[in-house]
C-alpha cells in the first residue's frame, strides 16, 4: 500500500477507561431512535469483505461463524460485507442476486439473531461493479486484445499492412513511443488492465445501468427483507458502480453525469425504488465518500449536496467513508487485478499507522462534520455514521460530543477485538486487544485470502472445534470472552 512520504509513526493508545458512571451517561452507550433506526446504543461494526464464501456466492460455516462471533460482541449494529446484486460470477463474495442464495443469507440473519441475544440490528451492503481485466501479458495484449484501429496504422504509417503486422510493429515498438501510438485508454489495458467506466455509454450494458439498476437494487433488498434483515446499506462509496456516477469524474451526457443534479439522480432513483419496494419498518441507507481523494474528484460541496439530497429523499442512515477507488491503484502484477486500496486514496479509506500529520485516527471526521451539519442545516436528521482509525472510548466519545457522527463505527479495531465495545461497557475495558494499525488484515484482503487479524489468529489453534484458514495455519475467529 502507498505511504504517505512523512512517515510519522502513530501509536494506537487504550485511552481512560470509562467507569459506570461515565458509561451511563455517555453519548457512545445510549440509545438511538431516529425514525426507522433504532438502536441500543451507538456502536456499529462497518461491512468488512472476509473472503469466506463459497466461489459461487453462497454463505459458509466460515461466513457463519465470522458473524456469529462479531455478534456475540453485541454492537448495536452489524453490517454485512458488501454483496453482489447480480446473478453473475463474482469469486467467493457473498451475493444476493437470486432467491437461492436466501437459504443461506436467512441462516446468517438466525445466527447473529441468535449469538447477539437480539441485540445488534443487522444491515447487508448491497454492492453493483464494473468489469475489471486482470494486467495482462505484453503478447497477449497484442496478439488478441487490442482492437487495431486506422489511428494506430496511420501513426505507424502502416495502413495497408495485414493486422497481423500491425500487431507484430506494436509489440516492437519501445515503450515511449508506444505511449504516444495508444490512447490513454489503451495504455492503461495494457499496463493496469482493461477496466470499465460508468462513462463507457458506447458499451450497451455500461449505457442502460440507469434503466436496470433500480430493478437490481430494488430485488435484492427485498430479498434481504426475506432472509431477516433489519435493512440494507446501498454501497455507494470507494471504487464501485454508484460512487463512480456520484464522482465528478461521471461526464456522461445522458441526464446521469456531470452536474451535481446529475451524477446524484441514479442513486436516487435506486434508493427511491428500493424504498418503494421494502416494508415501511425496513431500515434503508447509503455508504457513500466524505473525500474521494483522487485528482478532478468531488468537492467537499458536491458532497454537503448529496447527503442532504440523501436526506431529503428519506434516507434512515448516512455513512461516511473515504477514498478507495481505482483512478490511483497501483499497477498490479501481471495477471494480477488491480486493487483500489493501493494507491493514496486507498490509503486515506484505511489509513496505517505510519503515517502524515493528520494521522490515521479520525483522518475523516473534519469532512463528516462539515457534512453532517450541511444535512442538519438543510433541516433534516438522519443518523450519520462515522469511521476511520476509532480504537479507544475518548476519540468515540469526543466524536459523539463533538458532533461529527451520531453512530461510531469500528472496522480494523472490531476485527482486531469484536467485544471491545462490550468491554467497555462492562467495566473491563482494560482487557481490549488495541488494534495496531499494521494492515496485515487488510494484505490478506488484497490477496483474496480469507482476513484475520495478526493479535490472534495463531493464538490457541489447537482449540477443539475451531476452523481454521484452508493452510490450516491460523484460527479464523477470535478465542471466545465473556465478562464474567
Ligand atoms: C478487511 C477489510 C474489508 C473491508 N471491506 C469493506 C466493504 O466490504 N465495504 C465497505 O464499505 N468498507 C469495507 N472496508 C472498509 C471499512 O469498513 C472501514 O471503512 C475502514 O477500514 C476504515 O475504518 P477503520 O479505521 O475502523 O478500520 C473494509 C476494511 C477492511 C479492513
Ligand atoms: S491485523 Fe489486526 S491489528 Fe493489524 S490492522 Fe488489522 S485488525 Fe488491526
Not at 415501511?280 to 483522487?294: N, P, Q, S, Y
Request: aromatic share 8%; charged share 25%; glycine share 10%.
Amino acid at each position: 500500500m502507498w505511504k504517505p512520504a512523512e512517515k510519522i509513526r502513530w501509536q494506537p493508545s487504550p485511552g481512560r477507561v470509562p467507569d459506570a458512571a461515565e458509561v451511563s451517561s455517555s453519548i457512545l452507550f445510549s440509545p438511538l431512535d431516529a425514525g426507522r433506526l433504532h438502536l441500543r446504543n451507538r456502536t456499529w461494526v462497518p461491512a468488512m469483505v472476509p473472503w469466506r464464501a463459497t466461489e459461487d456466492g453462497h454463505v459458509t460455516p466460515e461466513v457463519l461463524d465470522w458473524y456469529g462471533r462479531f455478534a456475540r460482541g453485541k454492537p448495536a449494529a452489524l453490517v454485512v460485507e458488501a454483496t453482489g446484486i447480480r446473478d453473475v460470477p463474482s469469486g467467493p463474495l457473498l451475493r444476493i442476486g437470486h432467491d437461492r442464495f436466501l437459504e443461506g443469507l436467512g441462516e446468517l440473519t438466525g445466527r447473529v439473531r441468535d449469538e447477539s441475544g437480539g441485540d445488534t440490528r443487522l444491515f447487508i451492503q448491497l454492492i453493483d461493479f464494473l468489469a475489471i481485466k486482470r494486467r495482462p501479458a505484453p503478447e497477449k495484449f497484442f496478439d488478441r486484445y487490442l482492437d487495431i484501429t486506422a489511428d494506430h496504422r496511420r501513426a505507424l504509417s502502416m495502413a495497408d499492412d495485414s493486422e497481423a503486422d500491425v500487431r507484430a510493429a506494436l509489440a516492437a515498438m519501445p515503450r515511449d513511443d508506444l505511449k504516444q501510438v495508444l490512447t490513454p485508454r489503451e495504455w492503461e489495458a495494457l499496463t493496469m488492465g482493461h477496466r470499465e467506466r460508468v462513462t463507457d455509454t458506447h458499451l450497451p450494458h455500461v449505457a442502460e445501468l440507469p434503466e436496470v439498476l433500480p430493478g437490481l437494487f430494488s430485488d435484492a433488498a427485498l430479498r434481504a427483507q426475506k432472509a431477516g434483515f433489519d435493512g440494507v446499506e446501498l454501497h455507494y462509496a470507494h471504487a464501485y458502480t454508484m460512487a463512480s456516477f456520484l464522482s465528478a469524474t461521471n461526464t456522461r451526457t445522458d441526464g446521469y453525469g456531470n452536474s451535481r443534479e446529475g451524477r446524484i439522480r441514479l442513486p436516487l432513483e435506486v434508493f427511491r425504488q428500493v424504498r418503494g419496494t421494502v416494508s415501511d419498518g425496513f431500515v434503508v441507507g447509503a455508504r457513500f465518500l466524505a473525500h474521494e481523494a483522487i485528482d478532478g474528484g468531488s468537492t467537499l460541496e458536491d458532497v454537503c449536496y448529496f447527503a442532504a439530497e440523501f436526506a431529503r429523499a428519506g434516507m434512515d442512515f448516512l455513512s461516511l467513508s473515504r477514498g478507495g477507488k481505482f483512478d490511483d491503484a497501483k499497477q498490479p502484477k501481471v495477471g494480477a487485478t488491480a486493487y483500489p486500496y493501493t494507491g493514496p486514496s486507498g490509503y486515506e479509506c484505511m489509513p496505517q499507522f505510519i503515517s502524515d500529520d493528520l494521522g490515521p485516527f479520525g483522518r475523516n471526521f473534519a469532512a463528516t462534520k462539515a457534512i453532517r451539519q450541511a444535512v442538519r442545516d438543510a433541516g433534516f436528521e438522519p443518523p450519520v455514521v462515522g469511521a476511520g482509525g476509532i480504537h479507544n472510548f475518548d476519540i468515540a466519545e469526543a466524536a459523539l460530543q463533538d458532533g461529527v457522527a451520531d453512530v461510531i463505527a469500528a472496522a480494523r479495531q472490531s476485527l482486531a477485538d469484536p467485544d471491545w465495545f462490550r468491554k467497555l461497557e462492562t467495566g473491563h475495558g482494560r482487557d481490549i486487544r488495541l488494534c495496531e494499525y499494521t494492515n496485515y488484515c487488510e494484505g490478506l484482503d488484497q490477496n483474496h485470502k480469507q482476513v484475520t487479524c495478526k493479535l490472534w489468529d495463531r493464538v490457541g489453534l489447537d482449540e477443539p472445534g475451531i476452523l481454521k484458514s484452508s493452510d490450516g495455519k491460523r484460527r479464523l475467529t477470535p478465542p471466545d470472552w465473556s465478562p464474567e
